[in-house]
């Protein structure tokens, strides 16, 4: 097993953390020719911010560098244990270096931990300059801070690290031999530092902690520390990619399943099934959003859809996995190569609408049931037309909507699979109605 070098006892990632801007990687739109974090550094100036973006992307160590480079202290809080009497102890440290002309930066990390009340007890400080606040979030600010706060901060959103990048901070990392690893002659095929790179996924701080590992497991032969594909795969155990399982990157993945879908993308729609699954996704909620898709976007385009999530459904609860995703899969791909329709969920939005907006319409006087002789006498069910005992089962002169609502067309078939037929059949039968009831313009 590798020794480490030197006697700093922190971890790789710890060791590594830039400290110039210069030296900090990634998140070039920002910080590039033309940035907006670039424009504010040289202009001397430093305002209130929210760094949003997935874990490893750099957010904590871009803070830091931030006031570093406006000449600011800096005090850090997280969250997940800190509250109002914290706030407070940290304000109470700024103004003491506000009056000896010291600015101060307040970094709140998880700041979307905060609740209400939490937030609310740091607006006058951020308001009176008092601290400059940077909070650091992996969910959506838009959900999870108050207005009163957003409108006080610019929000940033940082990237996932891309390859390059990542491969970037583990060529500093193998050569820096005061900090990093570069006394230790590490030696990693091609392949193997793919797999490094892969096994990171975007996340700069698991890659160093990968490397870390993986270098204190590696054999040491002829003074060269030897990484393969199995120490790599040791170190990285079980792999899990970005998916909060409700956050941002768990409603993204969602939105691009069922856009795959009904854009009748098998390819994809499949991909990103086995993406959220990957991530640890509840299979029987993506069973529960296969339904919806069957009845949203397909309809009665092709109703065997329907039956192909609910199969999917109870094949997958009968099963489990790993058998029960292969249902998945199966009305995955089903649902995504059907005709699409959306104007069943189009005539359901406008019917809903229809009745909230007209009050309570009257139930026309022929359509009501009439189970007693004081009920038919106020001539409830007088005049209705049993439609069997009409031509192909059309009462023409008949009508079934309010009085208000007669000339209202809700459901409008498209002429896509099943509901082309549907369609055909509609519009013989309204055209069989016209046609009567012109001649009868009474009824």
């Known amino acids: 097993m590798a020794a480490l070098p030197g006697s700093d006892p922190r971890p790789l990632a710890a060791r590594m953390r830039p400290q110039t801007l210069g030296a900090y990687v990634g998140q070039n739109h920002l910080l590039g020719k033309g940035g ?21 992307s750099g957010k904590t160590t871009l803070a830091q560098l931030l006031a570093h480079a406006a000449g600011q202290h800096f005090q850090i809080l997280s969250a997940v244990n800190s509250g109002v009497r914290e706030i407070r102890a ?15 930066v307040l970094f709140i990390d998880e700041i979307h931990r905060f609740n209400k009340s939490q937030q609310d007890a740091l607006l006058p400080h951020v308001e009176e300059g008092v601290v400059t606040l940077i909070g650091a979030t992996t969910e959506n600010p838009s959900f999870a801070l108050v207005n009163a706060l957003l409108s006080r901060a610019r929000v940033y959103v940082l990237k996932a690290l ?18 990093g690893l570069g006394n230790l002659a590490i030696e990693m095929s091609p392949e193997v530092r793919k797999g490094l ?13 990968l490397l870390d590992l993986a270098v204190q497991l590696a054999p040491v032969q002829a003074g060269n520390t030897q990484i393969t594909a199995e120490i790599v795969a040791a170190a990285s155990g079980q792999s899990w990619r970005r998916f909060d399982k409700g956050g941002e990157a768990f409603y993204d993945e969602i939105s691009a399943f069922h856009k795959s879908l009904r854009g009748s993308d098998p390819d994809a729609a499949l991909y990103w099934l086995a993406r959220m699954l990957d991530g640890g996704a509840d299979p029987l909620y993506l069973a529960r959003r296969l339904v919806r898709m069957a009845s949203e976007d397909i309809g009665l385009a092709d109703p065997r ?11 997958y609860a009968f099963l489990g996995s790993p058998e029960g995703e292969l249902a998945l899969a199966q009305a995955t791909v089903y649902l995504a190569s059907c005709p699409k329709s959306n104007r069943v969920y189009d005539a359901w939005n406008a ?40 031509p192909d089962a059309i009462a023409p002169e008949q009508h079934y909507l309010p009085p208000g609502l007669r000339q209202t067309h809700f459901y409008d078939p498209s002429d896509r699979g099943l509901e082309a037929r549907i369609q055909e059949r509609l519009r013989w039968i309204n055209a069989h109605r016209q046609s009567v009831r012109e001649k009868n313009p009474h009824a």
């Open 90 to 104: 940290a304000v109470t440290s700024a103004e003491a270096a506000q009056s000896l002309g010291q600015g101060t």
């Open 305 to 315: 859809a329907m039956d192909m999530a609910l199969a999917a459904k109870e094949a």
């Open 197 to 209: 790179l892969t096994a990171a996924d975007g996340d700069a701080r698991r890659l160093l902690n």
């Open 36 to 56: 907006p974090l670039r424009a504010m550094v040289q202009a001397g100036h430093l305002h209130s911010m929210i760094l949003w973006g997935p874990p490893g």
């Open 162 to 179: 891309t390859g390059e990048e990542l491969g970037t901070v583990l060529d500093h990392a193998l050569a820096d031999s005061v900090l």
């Open 351 to 390: 019917v809903r609408t229809a009745v909230k907006a007209g009050g309570t319409a009257e139930v026309p006087l022929h359509l009501r049931n009439a189970p007693t002789k004081l009920l038919k006498t106020l001539d409830y069910g007088k005049e209705y037309q049993y439609d069997h005992d009409y």
